[in-house]
């Protein structure tokens, strides 16, 4: 039971080069969410999935895309990387209750942005 | 949308020593309430949480939270810091009606002094 899954662990990206950042999960969690750690401003949610086929934007969603097509995966694409996109990113799952709403975290990926 | 403030980036203790670190609210109405901890290099890991029920909640490795709802706060404590307890901390809040976006404070880096 791997719970969450990310990769990759580190990036090294040019100005406007594109990738995707890969979150997986073994939880069979309804909600799936990106974030992205920067210093001094915590955790941001990028966007998040409520199931499969579902998805919506967070508080900082320019610059990046997502899809669901499975309740396992949720990757994060970034088309035209930007040195401001430098960041740690995080995945997250949560269960669709309404009192159990804990979030468990992937081990992140650490992006460089030149 | 939901603010969640947290005093202080950087707390310093002496090992032994209490642990008080501050987390404020903007809803009116109570969210869900949460801490988490992030070691060097890691994911976040769950601390505690308040959903509903008794204001003071106690979690893992001896801290506790008192949920104040006429002061918007959700302060974390420790009575006597350990060395392992150095880390940064994250309050985070969710909406009892949209319980799949949080919003996270900006975080307290917490140094433990021999």
């Known amino acids: 039971n791997a719970g969450v899954t990310q990769t990759p662990k580190f990036q090294v990206l040019k100005t406007g080069q594109s990738m995707t950042l890969q979150c997986a999960q073994d939880?069979?969690?309804?909600?799936m969410s990106w974030y992205r750690q920067d210093p001094g401003m915590g955790l941001r949610l990028i966007h998040y999935?409520?199931?499969?086929?579902?998805?919506d934007q967070g508080e900082v969603p320019n610059g990046y895309n997502v899809s669901r097509s499975t309740t396992e995966d949720f990757p994060l694409r970034l088309l035209s990387a930007a040195p401001s996109q430098t960041s740690v990113y995080f995945c997250?799952?949560?269960?669709?209750?309404?009192?159990?709403?804990?979030?468990?975290f992937g081990p992140g990926t650490r992006l460089t942005v030149l | 949308a939901q603010s969640v403030t947290q005093l202080g980036s950087h707390v310093s203790v002496s090992e032994g020593a209490l642990v008080l670190l501050r987390c404020n609210y903007s809803?009116?109405?109570?969210?869900?309430l949460f801490w988490y901890v992030q070691y060097p290099n890691q994911g976040l890991q769950l601390l505690l949480k308040?959903?509903?029920?008794?204001?003071l909640v106690k979690g893992i490795n001896g801290f506790e939270a008192e949920f104040k709802k006429s002061e918007t706060s959700f302060h974390l404590t420790k009575p006597s810091a350990h060395m392992s307890d150095a880390a940064e901390y994250f309050c985070a809040v969710s909406d009892r009606d949209n319980f799949n976006k949080f919003y996270f404070g900006s975080g307290t880096k917490l140094n433990v002094k021999p």
């Open positions: 809803s009116s109405v109570p969210p869900y």
């Open positions: 997250a799952v949560q269960l669709a209750s309404g009192v159990y709403n804990e979030q468990f």
């Open positions: 999935s409520v199931g499969a086929g579902i998805t």
């Open positions: 308040y959903t509903t029920g008794a204001t």
């Open positions: 939880m069979n969690h309804e909600y």
